[in-house]
């Protein structure tokens, strides 16, 4: 018997990343000095460019509905910014949804049906296991903490888990809760098991634009991926965009066509203008994105060079704004005790499928990055 679409919403958990961060605006307001290291959004305000060009869309009265994939000048340009990076997608195989995680929610359900197996390289960002319980599949992890959190050492475990039955594999690099990059080895190694068991593979590349000293490969560029690879980006990240919601997908003709209809029958289309803003976002705001860039490097080798000191090492992330503290096995109770005795918010490992570890968020000022360390040092957390 299958189970009911309601069932499997009650049994999965709120987001953690979210349910923390409402802790700390919580004890924030009781009066305490939070160091929020459990926000996944950068702390930089929009660029003014993005802001403006958001403006004038308004003035311009583009606040009504759209078509629903988006309006073609912005898939026009996430187009070239694809080309860019490599991948081949006229506009009539992107849609633009409201954020990255409304794309990943649309093509998990389009494409996962009760029973269907999908596989997740763990620590993987909450929210893809609770898309994939809702939508009825059932889960398969490769644990990358003994690794380091690199794919490329896993490939054998990666080979174990995937088979004929699997039908999607969810892959992020740079990674959330991690900050690793796989690397083209890694890659090729995933395109391997993906073409010999004929997978589908997500590649979320919401991260991509935030790294340091590497470039990442995007996985639809490896040959015979194409046709199986759905490539996932947003604004969120990259341009300091989170609350405007915008994000898209790219994949083959026949996908775009089943999540679109499930695209527009919940959430019509992303907003217009703010659709406008985020064709300036990808065509004028580089100069901003890697100033951006240069301070997160600046942040991550802060956190790494102050957590040596306290003989804490780390995993040094290569991208995004996260790494992973090793912390006690029950990592849920550190996380609350750091939070309640230091004021220090973090997010539980286990929320991503790896416990003993505590996810740091570093988007934050140097300041205060420096000043959780050494909270969480001076209550014996560290
Ligand atoms: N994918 C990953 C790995 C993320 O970390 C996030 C946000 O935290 C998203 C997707 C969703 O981003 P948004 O919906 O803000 O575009």
Not at 37 to 58: C, H, K, R, W, Y
Not at 244 to 267: M, T
Not at 367 to 379: M, P, S
Request: glycine share 8%; with cysteine; hydrophobic share 40%.
């Amino acid at each position: 018997m299958t189970m009911e679409f309601t069932d499997r919403v009650t049994r999965v958990e709120p987001s953690a990343t979210l349910a923390i961060s409402a802790l700390a605006t919580e004890l924030e307001a009781d009066g305490a000095d939070v160091v929020d290291l459990s926000v996944g959004e950068p702390d930089f305000p929009t660029p003014q460019n993005i802001v403006d060009a958001g403006q004038e869309a308004m003035d311009a009265g583009h606040t009504g509905y759209t078509t629903s994939a988006g309006i073609l000048e912005l898939r026009e340009a996430i187009s070239q910014k694809l080309a860019d990076d490599g991948l081949d997608h006229g506009t009539d195989e992107i849609i633009v949804t409201p954020g990255a995680k409304q794309a990943l929610y649309e093509i998990v359900s389009a494409l996962v049906q009760d029973g269907d197996e999908v596989v997740l390289l763990d620590p993987a960002w909450v929210s893809y296991e609770a898309m994939v319980k809702m939508a009825g599949g059932s889960l398969s992890r490769v644990d990358l903490s003994p690794h380091d959190f690199q794919l490329e050492p896993a490939l054998d475990e990666l080979s174990d888990a995937v088979s004929d039955d699997t039908e999607l594999l969810i892959v992020n690099s740079p990674s959330n809760p991690t900050g690793a990059v796989y690397s083209d080895a890694a890659l090729e190694g995933v395109r391997d098991l993906a073409v010999e068991h004929d997978v589908t593979v997500i590649s979320d590349e919401i991260y991509k634009e935030i790294t340091y000293g590497v470039e990442p490969t995007s996985l639809g560029t490896l040959e015979g991926m194409a046709d199986r690879t759905v490539t996932v980006n947003g604004f969120s990240k990259a341009y300091s965009m989170t609350g405007w919601r915008l994000g898209y997908f790219a994949g083959p003709e026949e996908l775009i066509d089943q999540a679109g209809k499930l695209h527009s029958h919940s959430v019509s289309s992303a907003v217009n203008f703010v659709q406008h803003a985020g064709i300036e976002a990808l065509e004028n705001t580089d100069e901003a994105v890697e100033e951006m860039v240069e301070a997160f490097e600046g942040r991550r080798d802060l956190v790494v060079d102050l957590l040596a000191e306290h003989d804490v090492d780390v995993a040094v992330p290569d991208g995004a704004f996260y790494m992973m503290l090793p912390v006690d096995d029950d990592d849920q109770a550190w996380c609350e005790g750091a939070i309640e005795d230091a004021h220090v918010a973090t997010v539980p490992g286990s929320a991503f499928g790896t416990p003993g570890y505590a996810r740091i968020s570093y988007a934050a000022s140097e300041e205060r990055l420096r000043e959780g360390i050494e909270r969480l040092a001076a209550e014996g957390y560290l």
